[in-house]
């Protein structure tokens, strides 16, 4: 499928992401969100890809935000609704149910950080800075960085990140646990790879409950997090992973795991 703003190539069961406007520092247009939410529905659907790498294009950025001119000139109505929508599209990527990193490549601002927390995982190269300036600019973030900043750093470093608008830069970034690992820019993408097919190494139902467990389990209360994590453990007992991993272990070999 080709799109106007991305480019996506999969190789050998991992699809690379990449937001191409080089030129606007890979700006989130209404049009790349289009692409964005088209081409995860895609993966999501394709059973060949089974993790997603999501990166920028270019030297400089990962994703330096929403597009600033689209948003100039919006309407009350028009910013509820740009706002939903780009809820929705980071959402549908953090309910892939299939692992996605975020290779962190540059600037990770506004939007383009709310992006990169929509993700499982974030790897930075070392030259990344990562923020919330909207404050800047006079609005506040609306692709639902209020709620995922807080979750992942913790409420006071996500405050002072949301009020004060400026950025950190990537050793801050894995200091607070914005991001997972720090690596030289030309080791990024290998490194993220490497971290997917490490995780693609074991059982995708393995994988795709453990995501929803966490993922839906951190908005419940804790006991019914607990009981909707055991009836996923028992859905898993029923699996021919269960029964290939469990008995490739006890057999001292590696499992060959179906997904099924
Ligand atoms: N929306 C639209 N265009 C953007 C953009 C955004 N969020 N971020 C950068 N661009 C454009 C610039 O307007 C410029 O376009 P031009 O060449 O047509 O003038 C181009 O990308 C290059 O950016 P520039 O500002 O010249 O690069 P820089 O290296 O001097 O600065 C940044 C880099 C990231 C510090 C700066 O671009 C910036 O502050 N961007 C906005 C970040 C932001 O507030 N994001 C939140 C938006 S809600």
Redesign the pocket.
């Known amino acids: 499928m080709a799109y106007e703003t991305l480019i996506v190539e999969i190789r050998d069961g991992v699809a690379v992401v990449t937001v191409n406007r080089p ?3 890979n ?2 247009s209404d049009r790349t969100m289009e692409d964005l939410d088209r081409a995860f529905a895609s993966l999501q659907d394709d059973p060949a890809v089974r993790g997603v790498i999501l990166t920028g294009s270019g030297e ?2 990962f994703v ?6 689209e ?1 100039a000139t919006q309407s009350p109505l028009e910013g509820r609704e740009r706002s939903v929508r780009g809820q929705r599209v980071l959402d549908r990527i953090e309910s892939l149910g299939k692992p996605v990193i975020a290779a962190v490549n540059g ?1 990770a ?4 950080c709310e992006l990169a927390m929509a993700c499982h995982v974030r790897v930075a190269s070392e030259g990344a800075r990562l923020g ?3 404050v ?2 006079g ?1 506040m973030c609306g692709y639902g960085g209020t709620q995922r900043l807080p979750r992942i750093v913790g409420k006071g470093r996500a405050l002072e990140m949301l009020l004060t608008g400026e950025m950190v830069d990537a050793q801050e970034a894995l200091r607070i646990g914005l991001v997972n690992r720090v690596v030289p820019k030309d080791k990024l993408l290998a490194e993220a790879e490497g971290l997917l097919r490490k995780m693609l190494a074991n059982g995708p139902v393995s994988l795709n409950f453990t995501l929803a467990a966490v993922n839906d389990g951190l908005e419940m209360p804790l006991d019914e997090a607990q009981r909707a994590e055991a009836t996923l453990f028992g859905l898993i007992c029923s699996t021919g992973d269960m029964k290939e991993g469990t008995k490739a272990f006890l057999e001292k070999r590696p499992a060959k795991f179906q997904g099924r």
Request: proline share 4%; hydrophobic share 50%.
């Open positions: 030129d606007k520092l700006a989130l400089k950025a330096a935000g929403a597009d600033i001119g948003l600037f601002l506004g939007g383009g919330t300036p909207e800047k600019l609005i």
